[in-house]
């Protein structure tokens, strides 16, 4: 309902992340990609938040492949990793066996 009630134009990171961990939540995955992709489209700067909702959804469906993209493209945009970060990584890399950013946690 939040989608409905609130414009685009008044969404920020916060706002964002929390739509995309709910929608993730409820198993609406593809509308929390979509989201995800909103926000790159509609925020100046994505911020952990936004992007550590987008690695929790894609956990979730065991796209381990895709949350090490979502990090690398976090470091090809300058945004700083927090402790959840670092746990999402860990989790996708140690469920593939890929160290491909050297990462030891």
Not at 20 to 29: A, N, P, R, S, V
Not at 67 to 94: N, Y
Request: hydrophobic letters at 40%; charged letters at 25%; aromatic letters at 8%.
């Amino acid at each position: 309902k939040i989608l409905d009630i609130m414009p685009t134009e008044q969404r920020d990171s916060y706002t964002y992340s929390c739509i995309i961990g709910l929608l993730g939540k409820t198993g609406e995955f593809e509308r929390a990609r979509g989201m995800f992709q909103e926000a790159q489209g509609a925020l100046p700067r994505l911020t952990s938040f936004v992007f550590n909702a987008a690695m929790s959804v894609e956990l979730q469906q065991g796209n381990y492949d895709h949350v090490l993209d979502l990090w690398e493209e976090m470091k090809t945009l300058h945004v700083a990793e927090d402790p959840v970060t670092l746990k999402h990584i860990q989790v996708a890399q140690e469920a593939i066996g890929d160290n491909r950013f050297g990462v030891s946690l």
